[in-house]
């Protein structure tokens, strides 16, 4: 408002600048008062001679001198007569010009232009969304946005997996909460509501994150997150021996390039159980695997742990072997060291943090080991 208040009066202060000359008289009646002067000067003159003042010859001179001033004036008044009416003429013009065309740009714009249309401020501009803004920014600036439209069922879908990326649980809750509730139930929707109230607990299956993957199965029996998570909701419960069954029935079913056989396969050696036609998911190399068979559990566990071990150290010298990354990973997964796996996503993640491209492939793999990539 204030802006448009200094507009008006500089509108106003340039109106008054063009009105106000032509408001006065021109030069049209100087032309009449110098006429009166020079008259009154001849009558000056006989009166002078009259009293003796001058001589008759110097009247006579000054009469002539005076006269023809008084003839010029004369004429020059008589000429100036038509610019009276020009006058006139350009000062309607300019009133017609200053006062009506304002009068007729707002009447246009009240018409065709949006004057109701909200004020976009300098500190808005700056938010307007930029791929190279930190990704917290852009979540502030898609949060305001459905907190003016809260029925958005699109903006909840975008924004709930973001959330959880963060690690923002309850709020991803809430988030795929309203994605179903504005764009529709599905399996998908219910199987990851159920992964955002495992991460509110910890990583606990918990009974209302059971109830949503339940409900995920009821819409889609073959939905692997749903499917994945209850066995691990069993495992937790103590019962092995149902986590095993479920997982080793997704692995039936499932085709081989299925992205999250690893993931599932990494479960079952973690209950005792193994794949389909009896072959554990191994995560070392197959060489390593028939050298322990024949040794005893423990010192099985041993050279396994061993292996680990130099790998991980391996890495900490070398860290652009994104599939030595994804092993290492793998390999504390299987062996029930979720804490470890966490550390080594950490580290393999910093280690490629200026690859864009190993950056790309080692989240893929972590993506297909059933991790947050």
Do not use: C
Not at 341 to 370: F, H, I, P, T, Y
């Amino acid at each position: 408002m204030t802006l448009w208040f200094v507009f008006a009066l500089m509108t106003v202060a340039a109106i008054f600048a063009v009105l106000w000359p032509l408001s006065r008289r021109g030069r049209a009646d100087t032309g009449g008062s110098e006429v009166v002067v020079y008259r009154d000067q001849l009558a000056e003159i006989d009166r002078d001679m009259a009293a003796g003042i001058i001589g008759a010859a110097e009247a006579d001179a000054a009469r002539v001198e005076i006269s023809r001033r008084l003839l010029a004036a004369a004429d020059q008044g008589g000429r100036e007569a038509p610019v009276q009416g020009s006058l006139n003429l350009r000062r309607t013009a300019a009133i017609v010009g200053l006062v009506g065309l304002p009068v007729i740009a707002s009447s246009f714009y009240l018409a065709l232009g949006s004057p109701r249309l909200g004020d976009f401020p300098l500190a808005e501009r700056g938010r307007v969304a930029d791929a190279n803004q930190p990704l917290a920014n852009l979540v502030a600036q898609v949060e305001a946005h459905l907190e003016k439209n809260p029925t958005d069922g699109r903006g909840w879908t975008v924004l709930a997996p973001v959330l959880s990326r963060l690690g923002r649980y309850d709020d991803a809750v809430r988030a795929y909460r309203n994605a179903i509730t504005y764009a529709g139930d599905s399996a998908d929707r219910r199987a990851d509501l159920g992964e955002a109230l495992m991460g509110t607990a910890g990583g606990v299956v918990t009974a209302d994150a059971k109830a949503e993957f339940e409900r995920a199965v009821a819409l889609n029996g073959d939905d692997a997150k749903a499917n994945y998570f209850l066995g691990l909701a069993a495992e937790q419960d103590g019962r092995k021996a149902d986590a095993a069954s479920l997982w080793q029935k997704m692995l039936a079913k499932a085709p081989a390039d299925a992205p999250w056989r690893p993931l599932v396969q990494a479960a079952l050696v973690r209950v005792g159980g193994s794949s389909p036609g009896g072959v554990s998911a191994p995560a070392l190399p197959d060489s390593a695997v028939a050298a322990a068979r024949d040794m005893s559990e423990a010192d099985r566990g041993t050279m396994i742990k061993g292996m680990v071990d130099r790998l991980a150290t391996r890495l900490k010298a070398n860290g652009d072997d994104v599939e030595g990354w994804l092993r290492l990973v793998r390999a504390y997964l299987v062996m029930g060291e979720r804490d470890k796996a966490m550390s080594a996503l950490a580290d393999a993640r910093q280690a490629v943090a200026n690859d864009a491209d190993r950056l790309r492939q080692l989240n893929e793999g972590l993506k297909n080991l059933g991790l947050d990539g």
